[in-house]
C-alpha cells in the first residue's frame, strides 16, 4: 500500500502547526509523507496565485505532478491542511474536478473565505452573528463538503469569530456551508475546545476558541494553528489513515443550524 500524503500550505510549518508525531506510525513505511506548498508570501492572492500558476503548468492539474516532483507515489491517499490564507490555496486545489477527486482528508483552520450573495452587511449587523445568512460558499467548497457529508471523504473547517473588512469570517462562511448541505448541531471531540460546532456524515464545521480569550481577535487566530498537531495529527489524521468511520451524524444533537 502506498503511503499516505499530506500537503499543507506554507504557513503550517512544523513549528506552527506541529510536526507528526511518529509514535503514531512507527513503522516508516506507514507513515504519511508530509510536504508543504513553498508560499511564504503573506495574502490570500499569493498562495491562490501559486497554486493556479502551477495547475496551469501541469495541465490543470496540481496534485499528482506535485507530489511526483517531490519523487513520492502519487497513488496513495492525499489529504489538504491550509491554514488562513493558505485556505485559499487549498480552495483553488479543489477547483480541479481531478485533484478534488483524489483528496481524502482536507482540513481548512480559520482560512475557508466565500463572499457575498449581494450587498456587504453592516459591521454592526454582522456583529450580531446572523450574517452567515448573506455569505455566499464558493461551488469547490459546497462540491466537497457535500461528498464528506455523504461520507465519501472526511472534511473539517475550523473558525472564529474574526470579521474581516470586506469579505466573510471564516464562522460566516462556516455556517453559510452548513446551511448548504444541510449539516446540523453535533458533538464530537477532537482534542481541541469547540463552543459551537455543526455536522453531518464525515463533515466537520468547528468554532475553536483559545481559554480565557474572545474569538474575534488575533489570539483565536493563532491558537488554531497551534492546535492542529493535537486536532489533526493525533485526531483527525490517525483515523483517516487507518481508516476509522469518523463521522458527525451518530454524534447529533437536537436541533437546527445556529
Not at 82 to 110: H, P, T
Not at 132 to 146: E, L, M, P, T, Y
Request: with cysteine; proline share 8%; hydrophobic share 40%.
Amino acid at each position: 500500500m502506498s503511503r499516505p500524503v499530506i500537503i499543507t500550505d506554507y504557513s503550517c510549518t512544523p513549528r506552527i502547526c506541529g510536526a507528526l508525531p511518529e509514535e503514531l506510525w512507527p513503522v516508516e513505511d506507514e507513515r504519511p509523507v508530509v510536504l508543504s506548498i513553498p508560499v511564504s508570501i503573506p495574502g490570500s492572492d499569493a498562495h491562490e496565485r501559486w497554486v493556479k500558476t502551477f495547475q496551469d503548468a501541469h495541465g490543470g492539474e496540481f496534485l499528482k505532478p506535485f507530489i511526483e516532483q517531490h519523487h513520492v507515489d502519487p497513488t496513495g491517499p492525499i489529504g489538504l491542511i491550509g491554514f488562513s490564507a493558505g485556505g485559499w490555496g487549498i480552495g483553488q486545489i479543489i477547483k480541479n474536478s481531478g485533484d478534488a477527486d483524489a483528496v481524502g482528508m482536507l482540513y481548512v483552520v480559520d482560512g475557508m473565505h466565500g463572499g457575498w450573495k449581494s450587498a456587504q452587511p453592516s459591521y454592526a449587523e454582522r456583529a450580531k452573528g446572523e450574517t452567515w445568512k448573506a455569505a455566499k460558499v464558493g461551488q469547490h467548497w459546497i462540491d466537497f463538503a457535500s461528498s464528506a457529508a455523504r461520507g465519501e471523504r472526511m472534511m473539517v473547517a475550523s473558525y472564529s469569530k474574526i470579521l474581516p473588512p470586506t469579505y466573510p469570517g471564516t464562522r460566516e462562511t462556516a455556517l453559510a456551508l452548513a446551511a448548504d448541505v444541510g449539516a446540523f448541531p453535533t458533538a464530537i471531540d477532537i482534542g481541541m475546545p469547540v463552543w459551537e460546532q455543526n455536522g453531518i456524515g464525515s463533515l466537520f464545521l468547528l468554532g475553536v476558541n483559545p481559554p480565557n480569550h474572545p474569538s474575534d481577535g488575533p489570539e483565536a487566530h493563532i491558537f488554531q494553528a497551534n492546535q492542529v498537531q493535537e486536532a489533526v495529527w493525533r485526531s483527525l489524521f490517525e483515523a483517516w489513515t487507518r481508516g476509522y468511520n469518523l463521522t458527525a451524524t451518530s454524534m447529533a444533537i437536537q436541533g437546527g443550524v445556529v
